[in-house]
């Protein structure tokens, strides 16, 4: 089994800064690429922020240069600083990582639950 749990949201005021974390556990054999995606009610899931093992990253254009995307592999840990936020940021951010339970298995893609970022005065 392997479990992703995010940690990290909250509300915060336009120009504020949060960092997310999500660390995924259990039956982990090896990590291809981790990312964050996010959704805000009435629109379709969105990546926001992707990172592959070697620590190459991609970012939507409406957050780049307010983002930044990390990782620790030793931890199989992703983090997420977000600057200068907006109302336009808030939103239900989920983890995604893309990995293998052992080197018998195919990749395959697992998802945390969800933080919710509300960003308001």
């Known amino acids: 089994q392997v479990q992703l749990v995010e940690s990290g949201g909250g509300l915060v005021q336009p120009g504020g800064s949060l960092r997310l974390s999500c660390a995924a556990s259990?039956?982990?054999?090896?990590?291809?690429?981790m990312g964050w995606y996010r959704q805000a009610p009435g629109k379709e899931r969105e990546l926001v922020a992707a990172?592959?093992?070697?620590?190459?990253?991609n970012y939507a254009d409406s957050i780049k240069g307010r983002f930044t995307i990390s990782r620790d592999n030793a931890k199989n840990t992703v983090y997420l600083q977000m600057n200068s936020l907006s109302p336009e940021d808030t939103a239900d951010y989920s983890c995604?990582?893309?990995?293998?339970?052992?080197?018998?298995?195919?990749?395959?893609?697992?998802w945390g639950r969800g933080t919710q970022v509300t960003v308001s005065s």
């Open positions: 995604n990582a893309n990995l293998r339970s052992s080197r018998f298995t195919t990749w395959r893609d697992y």
């Open positions: 259990g039956s982990i054999f090896s990590i291809n690429a």
């Open positions: 990172i592959n093992s070697g620590g190459m990253t």
